[in-house]
């Protein structure tokens, strides 16, 4: 399981947001630059269609990272807390995954490069924030040859890995840390478009003017 929440940022806050990050997790980022292809079962796999995430790091090619997401949790707990929890299962593979998929019976549905920054940290629970570009591509894996989903916009996703026995804490320890981050943009759970906040400019020439100031 994964507790999640996605935000937006406009791309000239991305700086400040990094300074922020860096002063509050006390780590620096890491460089992000990931090849994302979607995969979709074909229909000899049965008649509820599965969706696979192959995951490249290009920073570093190996292992790729194979993902599934299932479903999210539901119920009335599940309304009342502020985080996304769902199902999701992480594995390690060599680059020859694919061809593996393909002969499976599984079909590329699209794909994306992700490039942008990384930040791991332990914060009331193993956290993880992205903050980057999302970009498509003009010919079949043509990762040199790509152009933004949405101009002067990044996202923004902060994920913590869960258990069905914490996920209420982490969900919590999530929440908290997302507080911090209030003043330039709105996390919320994936769907629920929220937009920019009115605040993310001056809350990012402070930033900036005094260098993110100490760890917390």
Same mark, same amino acid.
């Given at each position: 399981?994964?507790?999640?929440?996605?935000?937006?940022?406009?791309?000239?806050?991305?700086e400040?947001?990094?300074?922020?990050?860096?002063?509050?997790?006390?780590?620096? =980022?890491?460089?992000?630059? *990931?090849?994302? #292809?979607?995969?979709k079962? /074909?229909?000899? %796999?049965? &008649?509820?269609?599965?969706?696979?995430?192959?995951?490249?790091?290009?920073?570093?090619?190996?292992?790729?990272?194979?993902?599934h997401?299932?479903?999210?949790?539901?119920?009335?707990?599940?309304?009342?807390?502020?985080?996304?929890?769902?199902?999701?299962?992480?594995? =390690?593979?060599?680059?020859? *995954?694919?061809? #593996?998929?393909y002969?499976? /019976?599984?079909? %590329?549905? &699209?794909?994306?490069?992700?490039?942008?920054?990384?930040?791991?940290?332990?914060?009331?629970?193993?956290?993880?924030v992205?903050?980057?570009?999302?970009?498509?591509?003009?010919?079949l894996?043509?990762?040199?040859?790509?152009?933004?989903?949405?101009?002067?916009?990044?996202?923004?996703?902060?994920?913590?890995?869960?258990?069905?026995?914490?996920?209420?804490?982490?969900?919590?320890?999530?929440?908290?840390?997302?507080?911090?981050l209030?003043?330039?943009?709105?996390?919320?759970?994936?769907g629920?478009?929220?937009?920019?906040?009115?605040?993310a400019?001056?809350?990012?020439?402070?930033?900036?003017?005094?260098?993110?100031?100490?760890?917390?």
């Open positions: 399981m994964e507790c999640v929440v996605q935000g937006i940022i406009e791309t000239q806050h991305v400040a947001l990094e300074i922020l990050l860096q002063g509050l997790c006390g780590v620096h =980022k890491e460089h992000l630059r *990931v090849h994302e #292809l979607y995969l079962s /074909g229909p000899n %796999l049965g &008649h509820v269609t599965s969706e696979i995430r192959l995951l490249c790091n290009l920073e570093h090619p190996e292992p790729w990272t194979v993902k997401v299932g479903g999210a949790l539901r119920g009335a707990g599940a309304e009342q807390i502020s985080v996304l929890v769902r199902n999701m299962v992480e594995s =390690k593979a060599s680059k020859n *995954v694919l061809r #593996l998929f002969a499976l /019976g599984y079909k %590329l549905d &699209h794909e994306l490069l992700r490039v942008g920054s990384a930040f791991h940290f332990k914060r009331g629970a193993w956290i993880t992205t903050v980057s570009s999302i970009n498509k591509m003009l010919k894996h043509a990762i040199d040859d790509t152009v933004p989903v949405t101009l002067g916009i990044q996202v923004v996703e902060v994920t913590a890995p869960a258990t069905s026995e914490n996920y209420s804490e982490v969900a919590a320890a999530v929440s908290s840390f997302c507080e911090y209030a003043p330039l943009l709105h996390l919320s759970k994936p629920v478009s929220t937009g920019v906040v009115p605040t400019a001056a809350a990012a020439a402070s930033l900036m003017s005094d260098g993110g100031g100490t760890t917390l």
